[in-house]
């Protein structure tokens, strides 16, 4: 008998790898997909606890679900990933109608756990693995665009940024079989796909031993830049602690390997940088940068960066600033500092930034980037680029979307192409988001 599956993903992008591979566990099971909650049989939120907001987007779905449920008794709900593995039994006792806590490592076990759940028995499991990579597991692809594809190459991460819930709620690094990695790509390639993201929390400290043979990252990206020229390769995240030169000179061989590179700084203070762990200094960050734009001349670069972090002073801040607009980074990520229980800066240090300190460093920050962006977009008017076709532009079917090497969106009238095709483009105009532009 078949059974409906509905699935909402929150966070990063590794939660979209893993929602895959759940979709593929369960659909062993007789689980299929379905779009519309009102036929869901089994209602999953594979979840985040990087910040408190992500959180409190969960509680807000769970309302919903909630609300199915006595609709349709019967449907279970299972809360999976992140948030799940942080708060354990504690979210059955805050939510009677929660049947189902599973973390990032027991996915293979949701068969049994679902199992528990129609028997009427609430169904946790929320070990944490040293070797889980759900290697041999073949994701199932969420239809988003048919042509780019995340794959997951390792899991966890060691660094213990004081800051960061990530290390709690996905236990150690780990890293992925390259055989199975290739061949999931090879896979990918046969459906149609023409682009993959490698995806870590550290890819720089990928590294992988069979018979005395090290694979590490440069190895990594070096094979799957091999595997098609027509394949393109990005990666994410780099740490700037361990981005070598290496990584950026196979970059530089491989046409198909994309060139942007992200590379979260956080802080522009030294002094941050060590009270985060960061184990890099401003010094060190820009010298990554100086690489990068020395043998990957046109490479574009993105960064993270958090306002407010405990003890952050008007010049620690401007330190930030300054950074910023240094790197001319093409594109931001930008938060402000939030207090995560049970982490080294909530044990240790005082959040003692004042909210709307916060809130007025972050909006110089946005603003700041803003205009970065903007400069950044400017610059491109006149060149021609590759894109990559991922589909329709959001707003007219007379126009297509896709991306550059350094990963900025264009759109361009459509024409014969397809997704999946390789246009260039002659870029004309452009809004702070977007690029504009007609083949040339
Ligand atoms: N592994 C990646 C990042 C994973 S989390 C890296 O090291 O860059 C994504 C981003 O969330 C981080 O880069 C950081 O900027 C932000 N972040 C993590 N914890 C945070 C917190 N407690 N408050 C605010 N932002 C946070
Ligand atoms: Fe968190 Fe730092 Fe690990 Fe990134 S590297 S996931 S910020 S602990
Ligand atoms: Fe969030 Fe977990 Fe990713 S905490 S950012 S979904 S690894």
């Given at each position: 008998m078949s059974r409906k599956l509905y699935i909402e993903t929150y966070g990063c992008q590794m939660n979209v790898a893993d929602s895959e591979v759940v979709i593929s566990i369960l659909k062993d099971e007789g689980f299929n997909v379905t779009g519309s909650m009102d036929d869901a049989d089994l209602i999953l939120v594979n979840t985040c606890s990087v910040r408190d907001n992500a959180e409190q987007r969960v509680w807000g779905r769970l309302d919903l679900f909630k609300q199915q449920k006595q609709k349709k008794?019967?449907?279970?709900?299972?809360?999976?990933?992140?948030?799940?593995?942080?708060?354990?039994?504690?979210?059955?006792?805050?939510?009677?109608?929660?049947?189902?806590?599973?973390?990032?490592?027991?996915?293979?076990?949701?068969?049994?756990?679902?199992?528990?759940?129609?028997?009427?028995?609430?169904?946790?499991?929320?070990?944490?693995?040293?070797?889980?990579?759900?290697?041999?597991?073949?994701?199932?692809?969420?239809?988003?665009?048919?042509?780019?594809?995340?794959?997951?190459?390792?899991?966890?991460?060691?660094?213990?940024?004081?800051?960061?819930?990530?290390?709690?709620?996905?236990?150690?690094?780990?890293?992925?079989?390259?055989?199975?990695?290739?061949?999931?790509?090879?896979?990918?390639?046969?459906?149609?796909?023409?682009?993959?993201?490698?995806?870590?929390?550290?890819?720089?400290?990928?590294?992988?031993?069979?018979?005395?043979?090290?694979?590490?990252?440069?190895?990594?990206?070096?094979?799957?830049?091999?595997?098609?020229?027509?394949?393109?390769?990005?990666?994410?995240?780099?740490?700037?602690?361990?981005?070598?030169?290496?990584?950026?000179?196979?970059?530089?061989?491989?046409?198909?390997?994309?060139?942007?590179?992200h590379l979260p700084a956080q802080s522009g203070s030294s002094r941050i940088l060590k009270l985060m762990n960061r184990k890099y200094d401003r010094e060190w960050y820009m010298n990554r940068i100086r690489a990068i734009r020395k043998i990957l001349p046109g490479c574009s670069l993105s960064t993270d960066m958090i306002s407010g972090f405990c003890t952050e002073t008007e010049k620690d801040h401007q330190d930030s600033l300054s950074l910023m607009e240094w790197a001319e980074y093409d594109f931001a990520y930008m938060f402000k500092y939030n207090e995560r229980p049970d982490t080294k800066a909530a044990r240790k240090y005082p959040d003692d930034v004042p909210g709307e300190v916060k809130t007025k460093r972050l909006n110089e920050i946005i603003a700041l980037q803003n205009k970065l962006s903007l400069k950044s977009k400017k610059k491109d008017i006149g060149k021609v680029y590759e894109v990559l076709v991922e589909g329709f532009s959001k707003k007219s079917t007379n126009d297509l979307s896709g991306r550059t090497s350094q990963n900025k969106v264009v759109v361009f009238p459509a024409g014969k192409h397809q997704p999946g095709d390789y246009v260039k483009i002659r870029i004309t105009d452009c809004t702070s988001a977007t690029l504009i532009g007609k083949p040339a």
């Open positions: 008794p019967g449907t279970l709900i299972g809360i999976i990933g992140c948030m799940a593995e942080r708060l354990k039994e504690q979210l059955l006792e805050a939510d009677k109608m929660v049947d189902i806590v599973v973390g990032p490592d027991a996915y293979r076990d949701l068969p049994r756990l679902i199992g528990e759940a129609y028997e009427g028995h609430k169904a946790v499991n929320v070990l944490l693995s040293r070797e889980e990579t759900y290697a041999d597991i073949s994701p199932l692809r969420l239809d988003r665009n048919g042509v780019s594809s995340f794959v997951s190459i390792m899991r966890g991460c060691n660094n213990m940024c004081t800051y960061c819930v990530v290390p709690y709620v996905r236990g150690a690094e780990r890293s992925r079989d390259p055989e199975t990695i290739i061949k999931e790509i090879m896979d990918l390639i046969d459906k149609g796909f023409r682009e993959v993201t490698l995806l870590g929390q550290n890819v720089d400290s990928y590294s992988w031993d069979t018979k005395g043979q090290k694979t590490g990252f440069a190895e990594l990206l070096e094979m799957t830049g091999r595997v098609n020229p027509l394949l393109r390769v990005r990666f994410s995240t780099s740490h700037p602690k361990d981005m070598s030169d290496d990584v950026l000179e196979v970059m530089a061989r491989y046409n198909n390997i994309c060139k942007h590179i």
